[in-house]
């Protein structure tokens, strides 16, 4: 029988997206396990090939958005998350994920601080795939939507070139097509070098269905190429496909 | 937050007079020789909201056991005794007399609400699985799972300090799910609020310290969405009313759905069973919570009961929330509640009234050193779960609480004496026979009701299209959008039907639909409330609410014979035999429709006390019901929204409309307060909505939206607000009474009716299904243009471009939010 790849869902006390990102994993093939924080090892994540730090409020993100849940994670872990994309392992972070990601210094140097409507935003966003090579975003098509529901989502960084310079680089992976809530240059997602850690403000998880747009006559701008079955996927499962096949290919 | 005491020096109190000390923690109060007077005087002094009568019959009570209270015990009772425990005007006995008519009324809840409900339940077998007696009514979703809806109010506290009040009210209601069978999983959260006009002018609140409606707002809305945010529940239903009976005391209802394995919905605690609570600490935030709401509010409650209003932790409960269906899945919980009003004395009192036991206050973790018995035992700090076990799951519930870092306490024994017996520093506090604390006496009651509605002419309508965009401007019509963009509505990933969608992601739904994981079914949610109908005519308020949820229900595709709801009453001054009538009244009025329906009621709550002494009077809220519900939707395929879909479809219209233009927001811009409400022709709205729902289930049906709020224009604009397609309606055919006026006819806004949208080749089909009911072709979806155009006959009422209506509508309330 073919090994699935096996994913691992860490779970801060306040995370609360990990259940039905578990399953958008789940839905394209990976073997998911969700970690709480207090029984995070090292070893936990041997012979895993994904790591996801799912959306929610860790800690409650009352001193910074993601502040706790890193320093909560190298004292249990130190550098093992370091180590272990240095080894081929891929990292994705979705919203609250992302955040932390960011706090672990895993992604370009930038801060995810309140939005400039000063509220909490719950809405679709167009999005503009900048990375079409990227392993999260291959089956993507060049401009597609998800939700977004955060307070502190605008990308910054410490000089606003820096920014630039990551549309140049490709380090911003996804912008929105608009101004969203006011991120340098209107970035969305952030890779690293590797191209193997992801980090998101939308959430994808919540697009696995066809039926989960908010139009009820929506469907995929596929160029007709789709496979049987896939005309009620939304376009978040084509995220966590792109991984699902760049993780398993690696691997073989 | 606390308020200390004031410093004047201390006279004898009637507590000090009557307390003996026999250790620094408890008193005991000799009790035995006062009279009524100074028994009040007591319960008044003890915050405990007892009144005479009551003490009487506790002093009666202690004469039979031949020995004096602890100040514990009295607590305990008046938690138990509190109207908010233990409902005692639903309960009571109510001469009751309408329009000169007198009948008696022995118990509200009994004769309306559970007689009807029992009766809908032996009709319909096993969809019902549990209902009044558990933390949250169970209705059956498929063969292995159930789904459950609880609301509350939270009025009091929201109107002190509206940000905590509203935060926590979320957060108990969301316990009371966590605490339902053996622990439901929260799905999905409504919320309802009663305020005050944002543009209330400061010279028109004639009392200190009450806060603006706008400062309320604000609270309530950002209270609501860090509480549901944090706990990544979806909040996804709602509805605000602006009136200025909501200026001293707003209303805020807070409700959360449930999911459940069928098998995990009994409970029953057994004596050896551990007692043990997890969660948050406990301290002095929240003390008489319970005893709190069950008493007007006045200035001085601003400035003395900050106490009462306890302070939320999201982050407590979601670990709590992660540690309960951990265990439950494991098979390691036998029972659980909720800490909610009364602290543990409820919740231990519930668990333990049968089989009896001990809890030991020395085990239960403070969040400040010195409370005595009493506070420990009825605080009511936040994000506790009592929950009884059997000893031998302590080890793997131990591992559990340490994995999801919450923390657990062995808080005592059930023992099957049927005592509840509280221990403290190795004395006994308290000692009751559980038995004996439910049965407070019954109240006897007065109420009468008289019509308040005269006939009027209904005005003329020169400018429609004005009258139009003056509705869609209302406070009472506007897009709440603001408010629901700050709620993450869709956490969880399973909100198919959003509160804000159709092509645009913009326009209003009428009910919210969540797929529920592990079934090809999905659930429903929907709500009302109409206090406007109940000013002059809470009779057509009732059947009216029940109706226009229900319909929202069916509308978005629920199957109408598996459709359950609440009911949630708040109200002002119940010995005011006017305002008693009026909630009696709205009580015939839901329970008739729902019995014509076949809804049964399977949970609801009341809230009492809503006036507030100004400086000109008492002002109390008008009789408002929440009626909220659940409905099955069979499949996904059934799940149907509200907004216009093609630029190529026909219109129809499903119901009769009345020339009634009472309780409509017209008739409140034309000052028609007074004006005859429409009534609910409830046989043949059930029949209508069934053969809607064949129509459902046949695939006619693109869109559909109820007429409710502005009357059929504006549901029409509302539709076309996805800005697909302009609409040619001609309202010539329309089922009505005779003799219509312009007005009932565009803004009237008579129960039961459906706007719905179909493929112009399904228009027969459809009229065919309808054959003997209300029903006539509207008009069409207009491609080649975008505007609202509304004939009748030859003459055009209305023609609108629909992004002006549009933007008129999306802003009215952004400017203040």
């Not at chain 2, 860090?226 to 009136?243: E, K, L, V, W």
């Not at chain 2, 001085?300 to 709590?320: C, L, T, Y």
């Not at chain 2, 009364?342 to 001990?358: I, K, R």
């Not at chain 2, 959003?498 to 090809?520: E, F, N, Y």
Request: proline share 5%.
């Amino acid at each position: 029988m073919e090994e699935r790849p096996c994913a691992v869902l860490l779970k801060f006390p306040g995370t609360n997206c990990d259940e039905e990102t578990a399953r958008a994993l789940e839905t394209v093939g990976f073997v998911t396990e969700v970690i709480p924080i207090s029984a995070l090892k090292p070893e936990s994540l041997v012979g895993v090939s994904l790591v996801v730090l799912s959306g929610g409020f860790s800690y409650g993100d009352y001193v910074m958005a993601g502040r706790l849940a890193k320093l909560v994670t190298e004292q249990k872990i130190g550098d093992t998350l370091k180590e272990f994309r240095d080894n081929g392992g891929y990292l994705l972070g979705i919203c609250n994920g992302f955040q932390i990601l960011t706090q672990l210094d895993l992604l370009p140097a930038g801060s995810l601080v309140e939005n400039t409507s000063a509220r909490f935003q719950c809405q679709w966003v167009t999005l503009k795939n900048r990375a079409p090579e990227s392993p999260f975003l291959s089956h993507l098509p060049d401009t597609f939507e998800f939700p977004i529901a955060h307070a502190e989502g605008r990308l910054v960084t410490q000089e606003e070139s820096e920014a630039k310079g990551y549309l140049e680089s490709g380090a911003a992976a996804l912008t929105y097509t608009e101004d969203v809530n006011g991120s340098f240059e209107q970035i969305a997602g952030l890779q690293d070098e590797s191209g193997r850690v992801f980090g998101l403000m939308p959430h994808p998880e919540r697009f696995l269905h066809r039926q989960d747009h908010y139009d009820p006559d929506w469907s995929h701008p596929s160029d007709g190429d789709s496979a049987e079955g896939e005309e009620n996927r939304g376009s978040g499962y084509y995220l966590f496909r792109s991984l699902f096949e760049s993780v398993t290919s690696a691997s073989s | 937050m606390t308020t200390e005491t004031e410093s004047t020096p201390p006279a004898e109190t009637i507590l000090d007079s009557i307390a003996e000390a026999p250790a620094d923690h408890y008193r005991v109060l000799k009790i035995s020789d006062l009279d009524g007077e100074k028994l009040y005087e007591l319960s008044q002094f003890m915050k405990l909201s007892l009144s005479q009568e009551d003490m009487l019959a506790i002093q009666e009570i202690y004469q039979e056991w031949d020995r004096e209270p602890t100040d514990v015990e009295l607590e305990v009772i008046a938690q138990t005794w509190s109207e908010h425990c233990k409902h005692r005007i639903f309960g009571a006995n109510i001469e009751h007399e309408i329009d000169g008519e007198k009948e008696t009324i022995q118990s509200l809840f009994k004769t309306y609400i559970y007689d009807v409900s029992h009766r809908i339940f032996d009709r319909k077998p096993g969809f019902v699985l549990s209902a009044f007696h558990d933390n949250a009514g169970f209705i059956t979703l498929d063969e292995n799972q159930a789904v459950c809806l609880k609301a509350e109010t939270h009025n009091h506290p929201s109107a002190i300090e509206p940000y905590a009040g509203a935060n926590t009210g979320l957060g108990g209601v969301i316990r009371d799910i966590l605490g339902a069978g053996k622990g439901a999983k929260p799905i999905g959260s409504l919320d309802v609020f009663c305020f005050g006009a944002p543009d209330t002018e400061m010279d028109n609140i004639k009392a200190d310290d009450v806060l603006h409606p706008l400062g309320i707002m604000r609270g309530v809305v950002r209270g609501v969405r860090d509480y549901g945010n944090r706990m990544g529940i979806p909040t996804i239903s709602g509805a605000i009313q602006f009136d200025d009976s909501y200026i001293y005391n707003p209303l805020v209802y807070c409700g959360t759905a449930g999911v459940i394995p069928i098998k995990d919905i009994d409970k029953e605690v057994g004596a050896g069973m551990k007692v043990i609570a997890v969660g948050g600490r406990t301290g002095r935030d929240g003390l008489h919570g319970a005893t709190f709401s069950s008493a007007a509010l006045d200035t001085e409650s601003h400035e003395e009961d900050q106490q009462a209003v306890q302070i939320g932790n999201p982050i407590e409960e979601k670990k709590a929330a992660d540690f309960v269906l951990a265990a439950r899945d494991e098979g390691l919980i036998e029972f659980i509640t909720d800490c909610g009003a009364g602290g543990y004395s409820s919740a231990a009192g519930e668990m333990l009234e049968e089989c009896g036991g001990t809890i030991d206050l020395d085990s239960v973790i403070l969040k400040e050193p010195g409370m005595v018995s009493w506070e420990i035992f009825i605080s009511e700090s936040q994000e506790r779960m009592v929950l009884a076990v059997k000893p031998e799951s302590l080890p793997a519930l131990r591992k559990l609480a340490d994995l999801y870092e919450t923390e657990l306490i062995e808080l005592g024994d059930a023992d099957g004496s049927g005592i509840l017996k509280v221990t403290h520093h190795g004395e006994t506090v308290c000692q009751l026979d559980c038995s004996k604390l439910h049965n407070a006496p019954i109240r006897e009651m007065k109420s009468q009701w008289t019509k308040k509605t005269e006939a009027v002419e209904p005005p003329l309508v020169e400018n429609a299209g004005e009258d139009l965009r003056s509705l869609l401007s209302d406070f009472a019509i506007v897009s709440r959008e603001p408010i629901i963009r700050e709620y993450d509505h869709e956490v969880q990933g399973n909100t198919v039907l959003k509160p804000l969608a159709g092509a645009s992601g913009d326009a209003p739904q009428d009910a919210t639909v969540l797929r529920i994981s592990g079934s090809d079914r999905l659930m429903s949610m929907g709500l009302s409330v109409l206090p406007e109908w109940g000013k002059t005519d809470p009779y057509a308020m009732g059947t009216a609410c029940v109706d226009e949820c229900f319909r929202q229900l069916v509308a978005s595709g629920a199957d109408p014979d598996r459709i359950a709801i609440l009911d949630n009453f708040c109200m002002g001054n119940p010995d005011d035999q006017e305002e008693l009538g009026a909630l009696v009244e709205t009580v015939k009025g839901i329970a008739v429709a729902a019995e014509a329906y076949g809804a049964p009621f399977v949970s609801g709550k009341d809230s009492f006390y809503n006036y507030f002494e100004t400086e000109e009077g008492p002002v109390s809220i008008p009789v408002t019901i929440l009626v909220s519900g659940m409905g099955i939707v069979e499949e996904a395929s059934h799940v149907t929204g509200s907004s216009l879909r093609h630029d190529d479809s026909v219109f129809a219209l499903i119901g009769h409309t009345q020339g009634h233009l009472g309780g409509s927001v017209f008739a409140r811009q034309k000052g028609l307060e007074k004006a005859e409400v429409p009534s609910t022709d409830l046989e043949t709205a059930m029949e209508s909505y069934r053969k809607y729902y064949e129509a459902i289930q046949q695939g006619l049906i693109l869109s559909a939206h109820d007429v409710s709020e502005g009357g059929l224009a504006v549901t029409l604009a509302e539709m076309a607000f996805s800005g697909k397609a302009g609409l040619e309606i001609d309202l010539c055919s329309v089922p009505a009474d005779d003799e219509m006026s312009k007005a009932a006819l565009l803004f009237g806004e008579s129960p039961s009716r459906l706007v719905v949208e179909v493929a112009p080749e399904n228009l027969e089909k459809l009229a065919d299904l309808f054959e003997g009911l209300p029903f006539a072709a509207l008009g069409r979806a207009a491609g080649e243009h975008r505007n609202l155009r509304i004939d009748w006959g030859k003459e055009t009422l209305i023609n609108e471009p629909i992004d002006e209506l549009k933007s008129l509508w999306k802003n009215g309330l952004a400017q203040y939010y």
